[in-house]
């Protein structure tokens, strides 16, 4: 049963035929594609130039592979025309048989979705619906092909190819003066016949040729694609891993987080400082964990990762003494408790604390260590003197809340580190009375109250006395540099004296905001600053004339003295002297009577490349050059160009 066509599906076959002959055979002519399908036989007919003849071979490769992509279902037989345009007969014929995958074969073996995926792949190429029209071309006639003969075309094939050329007209102009009539009698020897797979006649009872096509199961195909994916995405995988192609930015970052980790220790001032120095080590390791065994940079990233790992181990015990510092610090809030609950606070402090003491010294964290270390033991002592205390001392929260309004009134007129340092004082004191209180006792709640808030604001008045005590510091440091480079100035040591001034503006610029010293130091640094760029200046100078100097003592300093010189900041004087001079004159005058030209001329080169030294030294230190002779008398000048 012949299965029907619509036109439009033959015009969108030859366009795609058409594109895919310009893409693949961009250097060859261009050709011009139409279909029909006659006697369920797909006739494609492709026409070039009269004036070019291409090879026929490469455009049937093509014409076949695509269309065999493309699987049309509306036929199986296809016949490919090649024919040069105005021409009746084609130049070359080839016949081929589609094969069809199994896939397609087979629909027992696709699921619904896949069904649906190629009827919207090939929707265009035919896969007409059940109402779709049978073209006027088509009729109830099948015909037969067997081996390609030009000589011997029945006439229904060329009445298909006169349809074929019929269709075309419309479409294109230069195929208007095509006729395919009924080939002459003899054989053509322009036309080119291809023969590979003939199509073989229905009429005759002969089995149909067996198709060259291997029968491959569903399944194992299936399994082969998913052995050569995985196979793929294994590849893919091993090249897509760090560090295996091209350079490894894995090992530098990590190296970067190391150092990182290693700043971020040495500032630590609490909890979430060393968390984050962790983090980096952890991020670090990971990072050199990633890099696989088959990379050039395996052995590298061995080397480091052991060293990360021992730096964050080593964090961990303090990490964990903090924590439990944290929980200790948090259950002793709002007292009063009972025994039993101080004692499991004091637990915790002298788990911190050991937890400290097990930090070797070597560790990058055992200073930290140690400054939490005294802080903790304090803790830890100051709960045993409340649990061993039973005494009720209300005298001392009245004298507590006295020092503390002491110290707050002193607060507001605060300025300098004594001050601060007096301040700091009564807090200590008036902490140490409440602290004293032990529990169990007529106003231990009101004590733990106030004794909370007093240590907050003792922690408040440390800070500002840390800030003034490093004001001060640095205040004093910048007026000692700043000493130090006068004096240096005054010794002509430039070099020195500009490092000093450098050292005493950088001071100078660190006094912290809002304190003390912050408002004197102001002035300083505008100071600095300008006396940095003098000396600067003076060291450019001084540099230069150095330099001048040196060039002029190898220049003149030979055998016999050539000269003497003088370099200021306002130029070079140099001063020729009298045994070089008479030398000159007596080897010039002795090489005249002579006539010995040679050494006139070398007397000559010699004055010159002198005087080519002493301006080369100008030039480099852009300082003018004035020459005088034995006696004092000018007898040359050179200004340098300027830079």
């Known amino acids: 049963m012949q299965t029907a066509v619509r036109p439009s599906e033959l015009q969108e076959l030859a366009k795609f035929l058409q594109e895919r002959l310009k893409a693949e055979l961009a250097s060859e002519a261009p050709l011009q594609v139409r279909c029909m399908v006659q006697n369920e036989i797909l006739l494609v007919l492709a026409q070039h130039s009269p004036s070019v003849a291409p090879e026929a071979q490469p455009i049937f490769r093509v014409l076949q592979r695509t269309i065999q992509e493309a699987q049309p279902e509306f036929t199986e037989k296809v016949r490919l025309y090649l024919r040069a345009v105005g021409q009746k007969q084609p130049r070359a014929i080839h016949d081929f048989i589609i094969e069809k995958s199994p896939a397609w074969l087979d629909n027992a073996e696709l699921n619904d979705d896949e069904e649906d995926d190629f009827d919207d792949l090939f929707r265009w190429l035919g896969k007409a619906s059940e109402e779709t029209e049978e073209t006027p071309q088509q009729n109830d006639s099948n015909a037969v092909f067997s081996e390609v003969n030009l000589e011997e075309q029945k006439p229904n094939e060329t009445t298909s190819l006169k349809h074929l050329v019929a269709e075309s007209e419309t479409e294109s102009d230069s195929m208007a003066d095509l006729s395919l009539e009924e080939p002459p009698s003899q054989s053509l020897p322009e036309t080119e016949v291809i023969y590979e797979a003939p199509i073989a006649p229905e009429s005759q009872p002969k089995p149909k040729p067996e198709r060259r096509q291997i029968s491959v199961s569903p399944k194992l195909a299936i399994a082969a694609a998913t052995v050569t994916i995985v196979a793929f995405l294994t590849s893919l995988y091993t090249f897509s891993r760090p560090c295996v192609i091209g350079s490894c930015p894995q090992i530098k970052t990590a190296k970067q987080l190391g150092q990182e980790s290693s700043q971020t220790i040495k500032k630590a001032k609490n909890i979430q400082d060393l968390e984050r120095a962790k983090q980096k ?50 259950n002793s809030q709002n007292p009063p408790h009972s025994m039993q609950e101080w004692q499991d606070i004091n637990s915790l402090w002298n788990q911190s604390v050991a937890l400290l003491k097990q930090v070797p010294k070597t560790s990058p964290v055992y200073s930290f260590a140690q400054k939490k270390l005294l802080t903790y033991q304090n803790n830890s002592g100051a709960i045993n003197q409340q649990i061993n205390l039973e005494e009720t001392v209300e005298n001392k929260i009245t004298a507590a809340k006295q020092a503390a309004q002491t110290a707050e009134l002193r607060q507001m007129s605060a300025k300098s580190l004594e001050n601060w340092q007096e301040i700091e004082s009564i807090w200590q004191k008036t902490i140490a009375t409440l602290a004293s209180i032990p529990q169990n006792v007529t106003g231990h709640e009101e004590a733990q109250q106030l004794l909370d808030n007093y240590k907050i604001k003792l922690a408040t008045v440390r800070d500002r006395r840390d800030q003034e005590q490093i004001s001060v510091n640095i205040y004093n440091q910048s007026i000692t540099l700043a000493s130090l480079a006068q004096n240096q100035e005054q010794r002509n040591q430039w070099s020195q004296a500009v490092s000093s001034w450098r050292r005493a503006l950088t001071y100078a610029q660190q006094v912290p905001k809002a304190t003390f010293y912050y408002t004197q130091a102001q002035p300083l640094i505008d100071s600095y600053s300008s006396a940095l760029n003098q000396a600067q200046d003076r060291l450019k100078v001084a540099l230069v004339l150095q330099k001048a100097n040196t060039d002029l003592n190898r220049v003149c300093n030979v055998s016999p003295k050539i000269c003497d010189h003088i370099v200021t900041r306002q130029g070079i004087k140099v001063y020729l002297t009298p045994a070089y001079v008479n030398s000159i004159r007596r080897t010039a005058m002795s090489a005249g009577i002579n006539g010995d030209a040679n050494t006139l001329a070398g007397v000559d080169d010699h004055l010159k490349t002198l005087q080519s030294a002493l301006e080369a030294i100008s030039e480099n230190s852009v300082l003018p050059l004035e020459i005088y002779d034995h006696t004092r008398a000018l007898i040359g000048k050179y200004s340098p160009k300027p830079n």
């Open 281 to 330: 080590l952890t991020t670090a390791t990971q990072l050199l964990g990633s890099i696989p065994f088959w990379s050039g940079y395996y052995g590298e990233a061995q080397k480091l990762l052991p060293s990360y790992q021992n730096q964050a181990n080593a964090i961990d015990p303090v990490l964990m003494a903090m924590k439990k510092a944290e929980e200790a610090a948090e």
